[in-house]
């Protein structure tokens, strides 16, 4: 999304924010049947609750996890503002990509974007065999103010990010407004603390191009059949992510979106390459911090969450990993 917000523009005053219905609650009350099933299914998720997380290792200072999530909302940015005493006294803060809103972070960005879509000539138009769901796709496009002749015609990765977000929340990031992982860089950067990155543009580009581009325009497609409830689905996200309920999302979107046993599994796939792998890295860039400590670590919730997620790696590793209430 980043690469493709253009240039930033001044906040307005107020900034719009997102409405939407939490389809949890609504499931709650109106189907009681996938609601426990929501709830069965999150209890055999390895850690599916929590935001802060406190690593410890015997004659080592503690350290802090922390699961963010990639959005400007007012309610998850006043969360991470909350984590100010946690990052105090810690002698690194580590994030994705460090300071990656910084001008210069963001027109690399941009750029090696850019060149890669340049040199991939996969068309996402292409992988959308039906009229009508190309149709969708371009109408998402246009609620998003991006130019939809041009863009179906790009590689699907390089639309995943905006696709992820409704159209009040992409509106909210091309304005100056900080994310979640940038509050928390702000904090770091004004307590004088070193700001880490535990990835480089690069090699978060790769996780992403490396995903089968058909499994990535099926999840555009989906998105866009499924537009009118971009807010409903962010209402819930949101809801879920102040009730530290993280381990949910991924069985709210499968059984309250509709979705067809088939793109459940594309979407299982797509999300576990994305943060698997990924995790491999995070932990090894992560525990030279700790040890160093102590070290404040930031990155998306999901990647905490599972047996495959970095609280379970720490683990694995002889750290004592503890929610934090």
Not at 29 to 48: E, G, H, S, V
Not at 179 to 195: A, N, Q, Y
Not at 218 to 230: F, G, N, Y
Request: proline share 7%; net charge negative.
């Amino acid at each position: 999304a980043m690469a493709l917000s253009g240039p930033e523009q001044p906040a307005p005053n107020p900034p719009p924010a997102c409405a939407g219905t939490n389809l949890l609650e609504a499931a709650e009350r109106a189907n009681p049947t996938a609601y426990q099933t929501i709830l069965d299914r999150t209890k055999a998720i390895t850690n599916a609750e929590g935001l802060l997380w406190r690593i410890e290792k015997p004659g080592m200072p503690p350290s802090y996890l922390f699961g963010t999530i990639h959005v400007t909302d007012d309610r998850a940015v006043a969360i991470a503002r909350s984590m100010e005493k946690y990052i105090e006294g810690a002698h690194s803060v580590a994030t994705e990509l460090g300071e990656f809103m910084s001008p210069g972070m963001q027109a690399a960005l941009a750029m090696k974007a850019a060149f890669r879509a340049l040199t991939d000539h996969t068309d996402t138009a292409a992988l959308i065999p039906s009229e009508e769901d190309r149709r969708r796709v371009a109408d998402v496009l246009t609620r998003l103010d991006l130019d939809p002749d041009k863009m179906l015609h790009v590689p699907p990765w390089l639309l995943v990010s905006a696709f992820a977000l409704p159209p009040c929340e992409f509106a909210r990031q091309k304005l100056s407004l900080p994310p979640v992982d940038e509050v928390i860089v702000d904090t770091g950067k004004r307590l004088g603390i070193e700001v880490v990155g535990l990835e480089t543009i690069d090699e978060q580009l790769d996780a992403i191009q490396s995903l089968d581009p058909k499994l990535l325009a099926r999840s555009i497609t989906i998105v866009a059949q499924k537009k009118e409830r971009a807010d409903d689905i962010f209402a819930t996200l949101m809801a879920l992510y102040q009730e530290q309920r993280v381990g949910e999302l991924l069985p709210v979107m499968e059984i309250l979106v509709d979705a067809t046993s088939e793109d459940v599994a594309a979407d299982r796939a797509l999300t576990l390459t994305l943060l698997e792998k990924r995790n491999l890295v995070m932990r090894k860039r992560a525990e030279p911090l700790i040890d160093a400590g102590p070290a404040f670590i930031a990155v998306g919730a999901l990647h905490l969450v599972g047996e495959h997620g970095l609280v379970e790696l720490f683990r694995q590793d002889g750290y004592t990993v503890t929610r934090v209430q």
